[in-house]
């Protein structure tokens, strides 16, 4: 039987909800973004001379500031704004619709640390993997050197690390909203509902991460983003609750910036796509053994906090839509 949401829309309506919202929410972000770098221009500059104005401000140090309050604004109306309505419109109020519950543990976070720690290890390698694919490419070499200066020059400014003060900030800015906005919108919003109506979990999860890793804009980074995507999605799936993917990519990203910040008071060179270190192949294959061994922990610890979300969730269907489609409550059962 096909897949109905709890106010009984399918998944095609659902799907094109979720792409309404988002691009309602692009749209007003954007508008947001140039009324701010409006603001930031000299006056008396020319509507023709208005857009590099606004990029050469947002690129000064002296609007750090404002920039941040931007960026978390933005991504606000981009991915979680879009999210709320999309389980206001297709199902409730509750935030239990886009995975957000008490259920879980300190083993699950930890494990989950552990788990992405291992899976940075194995990415690293997919940078070299992505520049070899695309050597004999001079046009997406070139696009690949651009975005990834462009991308450098944004976290530079972003982070403006020039004290434990400014650190401290960056950890939200940088680290803590885009963790919990990202991970609301791609496990919480798409994710869950790509599975519920596909009943396929890896390739939900795999097309789901393929879009997570589209919407940081790098070539270079591209696979290596997609695998973290996939560790992200698999750890929701299995523990159907998006605090602990939220908490560990907030890890993730601090630990990120924590590199940053250490080289910054360092003096040295920064490059978002060498963060990690480079493994010899014993390093990789060690890596890989611990992840796996990690996810089966985490697969036994999550089992339990995973049935009582599910049993949560097809009692508050059951509530909700007493008389609507069955078949729901089956697709909430095959979610693990």
Request: aromatic residues 16%; contains cysteine.
């Amino acid at each position: 039987m096909t897949y109905k949401s709890v106010k009984g829309y399918g998944g095609w309506a659902q799907l094109g909800f979720l792409l309404l919202f988002t691009g309602v929410g692009l749209m007003i972000a954007a508008f947001f973004q140039f009324a701010v770098g409006f603001t930031l221009i000299p006056k008396g500059t020319s509507m023709l001379e208005a857009g590099d104005a606004m990029m050469k401000a947002m690129n000064d140090p002296k609007n750090v500031n404002t920039v941040r309050v931007m960026q978390v604004v933005s991504t606000l109306l981009m991915l979680a704004l879009p999210s709320w309505a999309f389980m206001r419109l297709c199902h409730s109020n509750h935030w239990l619709w886009l995975g957000f519950s008490r259920y879980f543990n300190v083993q699950q976070i930890v494990l989950g640390v552990v788990l992405i720690f291992c899976a940075n290890m194995l990415a690293q390698p997919l940078v070299d993997v992505t520049k070899y694919l695309i050597k004999g490419m001079p046009g997406w070499i070139k696009s690949a050197d651009a975005m990834e200066k462009l991308y450098n020059d944004q976290i530079m400014l972003m982070s403006n690390l020039t004290g434990w003060g400014e650190y401290i900030i960056a950890i939200f800015i940088i680290a803590f909203f885009p963790a919990l906005f990202e991970e609301m919108f791609f496990r919480g919003a798409v994710q869950s509902t790509l599975h519920r109506w596909w009943k396929n979990h890896w390739v939900t999860i795999i097309v789901t991460s393929i879009l997570f890793s589209l919407i940081h804009l790098s070539i270079y980074l591209f696979l290596s983003r997609l695998l973290l995507g996939v560790a992200l999605g698999w750890i929701f799936y299995k523990s159907r609750n998006v605090w602990i993917g939220v908490f560990i990519h907030f890890f993730n990203n601090s630990f990120a910036l924590t590199q940053v910040f250490y080289l910054k008071k360092t003096g040295g060179k920064i490059d978002t796509s060498k963060l990690e270190s480079d493994l010899p192949w014993w390093g990789i294959i060690i890596s890989g053994i611990v992840l796996i061994t990690v996810a089966v922990l985490f697969d036994r610890y999550s089992k339990a906090n995973a049935n009582t979300i599910r049993i949560k969730e097809e009692s508050l269907y059951a509530q909700l839509n007493p008389f609507g489609n069955i078949a729901a409550s089956s697709n909430q059962n095959s979610y693990n």
